[in-house]
């Protein structure tokens, strides 16, 4: 039979729990009118998986499905669907969020997938029922590993770097600064990539020396250390003459870096916040206001920026970096591998689950 991973429910507080993973057997679902039968061939962890089995995330299930990326094979499909048989898909990461670009048009409805209490989908099973506006075709020059690394940090950073720190206008991002901070994790990289297939000037931080230099390989124009009590000097001092601020800011820390920012940005700078994982709060300083800067919040996106994010990667050939990769859904050990990979910041890219087989695998693994 058909197989999915879920949590299993122990006793624990919030933050102290660590639910162990459990292994299902399900019945093959089967399409009505409108959805697709998806055999899942690889599917990838986000930091709010981890965050789901130390139940620090909301609304979460111990019955539905883990993880929200995914990529497979259209098997079957329901009567209105049936062009969609035998294509390749990436699964949207999220419902209940179309267009708007404020945010979710009902914040009620909207939520992640796999794991969540609110839709019953999540990427960790052998096959995914799903409606066929929840799919893109698979951008041809991925393999399946990258192309399940792509959906939610992809959909993420397009929100950060392009809808909230370029004010959506791509035509005229080519040669301003972007600072993106902790390199090494998927949305710090997305947020790379798409800065540099712009045209922008990308600069990044990281505490770990080699991350800066795989992110210099990746098109990265300098980076810091944010371990350095004055980075934003050091920072500084790599920006060309002839342009010497940033323009904005990606940052998912949040900590002092509306301080640090304040000496390095132009008047009217963006700093465009995905996460906040030194703490839940952060200062903003007076500087920052005489300064006129602009301090923007921004959560994972809508279906729409997600459909634009996909079409710029196919356009733009960019393949998501995969860090780790291991094989099989019943592979519990290597799967809490990944895990601790993800716990302790070992990742330089996204970490992977081999499903089913594919083509052969390769790509941008650093």
């Known amino acids: 039979m058909p197989q999915a991973l879920t949590i ?3 006793d624990g507080k919030p933050g102290q729990v660590y639910y162990p993973l459990q ?43 883990l993880l929200s990326d995914g990529f497979g094979t259209v098997l079957e499909a329901g009567s209105e669907a049936s062009s969609f048989v035998g294509k390749k898909v990436i699964l949207t990461p999220s419902r209940g969020w179309a267009s708007s670009p404020d945010g979710p048009e009902d914040p009620s409805k909207f939520s992640v997938i796999g794991g969540s209490a609110l839709y019953p989908v999540g990427t960790a ?20 590993h990258e192309a399940a690394a792509l959906p ?4 993420t950073a397009w929100r950060a770097l392009v809808t909230k720190g370029l004010s959506g206008n791509t035509a005229s991002a080519a040669g301003k600064n972007i600072l993106v901070t902790g390199i090494g994790g998927g949305v710090a990289l997305a947020a790379l ?9 990308v600069y990044v931080t990281s505490s770990d020396p080699s991350k800066l230099e795989k992110a210099k390989a990746l098109g990265a124009k300098g980076g810091v250390s944010y371990k350095e009590a004055t980075w934003e000097k050091q920072l500084l ?8 601020y940033l323009d904005v800011v990606v940052d998912g820390a949040g900590g002092d870096i509306v301080s640090k920012s304040v000496k390095l940005l132009r008047p009217g700078g963006v700093i465009a916040v995905y996460g906040m994982t030194v703490g839940p709060k952060m200062d903003w300083t ?57 716990r302790k910041g070992k990742q330089f890219g996204k970490l992977v689950i081999e499903i089913a087989p594919s083509e052969e695998e390769g790509g941008a693994k650093l």
């Open 125 to 144: 099973q052998d096959y995914i029922l799903v409606d066929a506006d929840e799919v893109e075709i698979a951008p041809a020059h991925l393999t399946s």
């Open 23 to 65: 292994l299902n057997e399900v019945p093959k679902p089967t399409p009505g009118p409108k959805e697709l039968l998806v055999k899942v061939q690889a599917a990838a962890l986000n930091h709010r998986d981890v965050f789901i089995r130390q139940h620090l995330y909301p609304g979460i299930s111990f019955s539905n499905p």
């Open 237 to 244: 001092s790599q920006l060309p003459t002839s342009r010497p």
């Open 8 to 10: 299993q429910k122990v």
């Open 152 to 155: 939610l940090v992809g959909v």
């Open 286 to 342: 007076m500087s920052a206001v005489m300064k006129n800067l602009e301090l923007r919040g921004s959560t994972m996106g809508s279906r729409a920026e997600f459909r634009d994010m996909v079409e710029f990667v196919r356009k733009q050939q960019i393949r998501p970096v995969v860090s780790r990769v291991v094989k099989g859904l019943d592979n519990i050990e290597a799967i809490d591998g990944l895990f601790e990979d993800m």
């Open 193 to 201: 990539q798409f800065g540099v297939a712009l045209g922008c000037n």
